[in-house]
Every structure is written in structure tokens, then in C-alpha cells.
């Protein structure tokens, strides 16, 4: 059974950063294409950010330029770096793999990142 774990959301200013990062039990990063998804309140969960299997990443308009999506293979940990964040991207962020023939694996608790003044 995978579980995902994400973590280091937190509260911060317009134009801060955080990075989150998403840790799965088992090696299975190298396996799948892998996402950060982000959910605000009222509104359906989005995916954001995507990485291939060869490392080709993509996302989605309202956040280019400003994240970055990696992974650590050996780590079993991928990553999201977010850069000049915006009220708007305030949401509880999760990591899945949107790519996976059975669709996603179970969700996890997701990490909450708040941006405000």
C-alpha cells in the first residue's frame, strides 16, 4: 500500500516561498509520472505541476514561471519549490501520480499553504 505524505506548507507574505515536498513509502517515484495538485476551498482539486518519467515538466498556466517541480528518486521524495506566491495560491496541496493506468493512488492528508499579508 502507498502512502503519501506532503509537507512543508505554512503561512506566508505575497511574493514569499516555500518549498514542499512530497515523501512515498516504496520506491516508486522512478515508476510513474508524478504531480502537485492544489485544492481551495469551493473549488475542484487542479493539477499544477506534472514531471515525466524523463523528467519533462509542465503547468499549468496560473503558476508558470513561478513553481518548479522535481524529484529525488532515491530519496522517494519530490518536490514543489514556489516562488512568488499570490493570495490565489492559497490551498491545501497535494502529490499523486496523474498519469497511473488505475488512477491516482490514495490522497493524503495534502499540506495547507496560506498566502496573505
Known amino acids: 500500500q502507498v502512502q503519501l505524505v506532503e509537507s512543508g506548507g505554512g503561512l506566508v507574505q505575497p511574493g514569499g516561498s516555500l518549498r514542499l515536498s512530497c515523501a512515498a513509502s516504496?520506491?516508486?517515484?522512478?515508476?510513474?509520472?508524478w504531480g502537485w495538485y492544489r485544492q481551495a476551498p469551493g473549488k475542484q482539486r487542479e493539477l499544477v505541476a506534472s514531471?515525466?518519467?524523463?523528467?519533462?515538466?509542465n503547468y499549468a498556466d496560473s503558476v508558470k514561471g513561478r513553481f518548479t517541480i522535481s524529484r529525488d528518486n532515491a530519496k522517494n521524495t519530490m518536490y514543489l519549490q514556489m516562488n512568488s506566491l499570490k493570495p490565489e495560491d492559497t490551498a491545501v496541496y497535494f502529490c499523486?501520480?496523474?498519469?497511473?493506468?488505475?488512477?491516482?493512488?490514495?490522497w493524503g492528508q495534502g499540506t495547507q499553504v496560506t498566502v496573505s499579508s
Open positions: 499523486n501520480a496523474p498519469s497511473r493506468v488505475g488512477g491516482p493512488f490514495d
Open positions: 514531471i515525466t518519467l524523463s523528467g519533462r515538466t
Open positions: 516504496g520506491s516508486i517515484f522512478s515508476l510513474f509520472a
